[in-house]
Structure formats: structure tokens, C-alpha cells
């Protein structure tokens, strides 16, 4: 399926025709947003031509849309999926910081502390340090005295190195479970039974902390919206505005937004895709009613584009950003995933 960064089809189904689809010159290049993959697109559309197999501009026209549609869904699920695991990273470290029993004589706990004691023995002594690590394990009291005083003068402190390579292996758990690994969903989902626990009550906790948080930041955020305001009123009050007719023609443009309120005859550039497409749909030899209908087929079709790049351009400078959805949405969503994780039946409740 198409849902990854870069997915590829299997190439045992792809046929001749599906690597000779036309070029969408006339509709645009395709609206992908940063890690998307061009030649997957390129494919879909390629498969669809094959199944279709088009007479004229028309089919080509409804490849184009479904293809597009077909794309946005595969991206939702995508972006669904990114957001769950997302999710499951913030959740489950602390989750597994309270049950996770650390087994000091792991071989995730002798790595860690032959590759300390390596960097902090004599350069002579070095290459022991894994002997070093096994012995200590093995609470060999000359072993014991070895590290300690090798801790100690290296400003060390053994509790503390315990802990952090406790969270170290907590977080690599984490990360395995997210990516399904079957020692690590089956190691934590253990841990979930002996608690009475489950991954969706873990995020549904997860999501009312942050909606809890951006509350508070919505807070400081109106307070400091209130001052900019007033700051901004006072400010215009001592401006006299742009001097320059170029200063003016810029500030006359401060609100615009997108400009999908204006016709396409508006834009020289748009009204010349028009006309070509308007061609390619009636023909060379068409009455004037056909070509008059063409060219409303080729203006809602070339507004149809508009409208795609300019959520395109939406979709990518918001996603760009840390704290893209308004904190409304994301309070909204917190507590329409709690109700649909609550209701959803528990054999498929986060099935890994």
C-alpha cells in the first residue's frame, strides 16, 4: 500500500501501460507535501490509466481527480498512523518507568557498562573492560572494588548510571513496541495485563495532559494577544500609512489570503491553460456552443487546481510547524478519541 514515506508497489503487477502514462501538463504537477513519494504518485496514476484505459481529455480529467482523492486518503491514514505512534512514544516511557523491572545482569546492562568502563579505564587497561563488566555482574568482589573506584575517580556515580540505563532501555522498549517488534509487544503487553492497563487508555491519559496544557498556553496566548492588539492600535494610530505607490500596492494586499474568491479571467496566466484545455476537450473543429461549454468544463476544472494548490500550500506550512492545529481542534479530537476508544470492541483495541 501507498501509506509510507517511500513505498514502492510490487513490480510483478506492473504492466507496459502502466509506465507510459501521459503527462499532466495540463492539470498541474502533483501536490505532494515533504517525504511524499513523487514516483508512488506517479504509479497510482499510472495504474489508473491502465484500468481505465481513457478515450479522451474527459477520462483523463477523472483520473486526475480520482487519483488526487485517492492520494489525500492514503495520507490521512498515514498521518493517523504517525500521530498514534507519536502518541504511543509519550505514553508508554512513562508508563513503563512505574512497572518495568530492570534486570541488572541483562546483557543490555553489561554493554552499557563495558562501554563506560572502555572509555574510562587506563588506555592499557581498556580492552578488559567486558571481562570487567561480566565479573561485576557476577557480584565478584574484587570486580566490585574495580568499578567503584574507577567511578569514583572519574566522577561517577553508579545509582545514577543505573538510571539512565534503565530510561535508556525504556525508551528503546518503546520504540520496538512502536514498530511492532514481537519480543517487545509481547514484553509490554504483559505489563499492561499484570496492570489492568491497555495502550488506548495510555493515550486517551496522554491526550487530556496535553489538552490540559495547551489550555494553559491558551491562556498566556490570549493575554499576550490582548497586549500585541493593543500595542498594534497605538502603533497605527501614529502611522500615516505607506508613502510610495508601491508601498501602497503592497499593504492593499495585506489581506489577501488566497485568492480563490477571484475568478480564473482574473489571472492572465490561468486564462491561457484555459483556453488550452478548452481545445483538448472540444477539439479543433467544434461548434461555437461546444467550445463554449469546453471552456466552462476547463475553468472549473483549472479552479479545481487552484483550490488544490493553495491547500497544498496550507498543508505544508502548517505541518512544518511543531503546534500546526489549533488547540480548539486538538481538544475537540482529545475527547472524540477518548469516546471512540472507550466505545471500540477490546479485541480490536491498538491489535499490534
Not at 109 to 129: G, I, Y
Not at 137 to 162: C, H, K, P, S, Y
Request: with cysteine; aromatic share 6%.
Amino acid at each position: 500500500m501507498l501509506i509510507g514515506k517511500c513505498v514502492h508497489l510490487d513490480p510483478k503487477s506492473q504492466s507496459k501501460s502502466m509506465t507510459s502514462a501521459p503527462e499532466l501538463g495540463l492539470f498541474g504537477q502533483p501536490q505532494l507535501l515533504e517525504g511524499e513519494n513523487a514516483a508512488d504518485y506517479q504509479e497510482l496514476v499510472a495504474r489508473l490509466y491502465a484500468a481505465v484505459k481513457t478515450l479522451d481529455i474527459i477520462d483523463e480529467m477523472f483520473i486526475t481527480d480520482v487519483a488526487s482523492l485517492e492520494w489525500e486518503v492514503l495520507r490521512w491514514r498515514r498521518l493517523k498512523l504517525n500521530l498514534i505512534r507519536a502518541l504511543e512514544l509519550e505514553a508508554l516511557p512513562a508508563f513503563l518507568n512505574e512497572r518495568f523491572d530492570y534486570d541488572l545482569r541483562s546483557a543490555h546492562f553489561v554493554d552499557s557498562l563495558a562501554e563506560t568502563l572502555q572509555e574510562n579505564l587506563p588506555e592499557n587497561q581498556a580492552k578488559s573492560a567486558r571481562t570487567l563488566a561480566y565479573t561485576y555482574i557476577r557480584d565478584n568482589a574484587d570486580a566490585v572494588d574495580t568499578v567503584n573506584e574507577v567511578f569514583a575517580e572519574n566522577g561517577l556515580d553508579m545509582d545514577q548510571f543505573i538510571q539512565d540505563v534503565r530510561t535508556q532501555k525504556i525508551e528503546e522498549l518503546a520504540q520496538q513496541y512502536v514498530r511492532r517488534k514481537p519480543d517487545a509487544v509481547a514484553q509490554i503487553q504483559k505489563l499492561l495485563a499484570d496492570a489492568g492497563r491497555s495502550t488506548d487508555g495510555l493515550l486517551v491519559d496522554r491526550l487530556v495532559k496535553r489538552s490540559k496544557y495547551l489550555e494553559h498556553i491558551e491562556r498566556i496566548d490570549r493575554l499576550t494577544a490582548i497586549a500585541k492588539i493593543k500595542s498594534n492600535r497605538e502603533n497605527a494610530r501614529a502611522s500615516t500609512g505607506p508613502k510610495t505607490a508601491q508601498g501602497r500596492a503592497r499593504a492593499a494586499r495585506n489581506a489577501l489570503r488566497h485568492a480563490l474568491s477571484l475568478p480564473v479571467s482574473f489571472d492572465p496566466a490561468l486564462c491561457g491553460e484555459v483556453e488550452a484545455l478548452a481545445r483538448e476537450i472540444a477539439g479543433s473543429d467544434a461548434n461555437p456552443e461546444i467550445q463554449e461549454l469546453a471552456h466552462c468544463i476547463a475553468e472549473a476544472q483549472i479552479d479545481l487546481r487552484r483550490v488544490r494548490c493553495v491547500r497544498h500550500q496550507f498543508l505544508t506550512r502548517t505541518l512544518a510547524e511543531p503546534y500546526y492545529d489549533s488547540r480548539a481542534n486538538t481538544r475537540a479530537k482529545a475527547a472524540l478519541l477518548g469516546r471512540l476508544l472507550g466505545k471500540a470492541p477490546r479485541t480490536y483495541r491498538w491489535m499490534p
